[in-house]
T-cell receptor
């Protein structure tokens, strides 16, 4: 397996624009997590899915953020409209609860909002 | 509220010496603990874990210690190598549903 795939790796956009981050989890994993890395809060959980269903979105900062998982192999995190304070690295991770163990992280998307 | 805390943002150690990274947690329901290592421009990668039924787990140069009464775990790296320089995240979960991460400790191993 190629591991967790995220795209784009880097995104530079202007304030007010819509941003869509994409994630392909490891095949067979039933959990998918979206994190944001900041200096102050470290790896901050935004939302996670189990079997494509959102379980906990309490970490989503505000209504400008939304996430979907239309099928087991794809998820998106959308920010609309984007603001400079959204600039961060966003990670997607997947996990198999049946197998247990650890989450596997993607390489991240570095978002810069000007 | 941070349920997993890493109170040392950074740590510098001489090559060959021991590195000790610390982590505290507040939720007594956590039953599985992990350490991840992160290099710049990469995602975190799993390093070592420990179940709450154990108090020690060892893997080569890396050992994780768990003190449940103190709600504290630590990662020992012996001997430290320059390639160990990275950010280390502590994480915890309860029943494997959700993972809580600390803010990370940046380790620098000086040659």
């Amino acid at each position: 397996d190629a591991g967790v795939i995220q795209s784009p790796r880097h995104e530079v956009t202007e304030m007010g624009q819509e941003v869509t981050l994409r994630c392909k989890p490891i095949s067979g994993h039933d959990y998918l997590f979206w994190y944001r890395q900041t200096m102050m809060r470290g790896l901050e959980l935004l939302i996670y899915f189990n079997n494509n269903v959102p379980i906990d979105d309490s970490g989503m900062p505000e209504d400008r953020f939304s996430a979907k998982m239309p099928n087991a192999s794809f998820s998106t995190l959308k920010i609309q409209p984007s603001e400079p304070r959204d600039s961060a690295v966003y990670f997607c991770a997947s996990y198999s609860r049946e197998v247990g163990g650890e989450q596997f992280f993607g390489p991240g998307t570095r978002l810069t909002v000007l | 509220d941070q349920q997993v805390k890493q109170n040392s943002p950074s740590l510098s150690v001489q090559e060959g010496r021991i590195s000790i990274l610390n982590c505290d947690y507040t939720n007594s329901m956590f039953d599985y603990f992990l350490w991840y290592k992160k290099y710049p421009a990469e995602g975190p990668t799993f390093l070592i874990s420990i179940s709450s039924i154990k108090d020690k787990n060892e893997d080569g140069r890396f050992t994780v210690f768990l003190n449940k009464s103190a709600k504290h775990l630590s990662l020992h790296i012996v001997p430290s190598q320059p390639g160990d320089s990275a950010v280390y995240f502590c994480a915890a979960s309860a029943l494997g549903n959700q993972f809580y991460f600390g803010t990370g400790t940046s380790l620098t191993v000086i040659p």
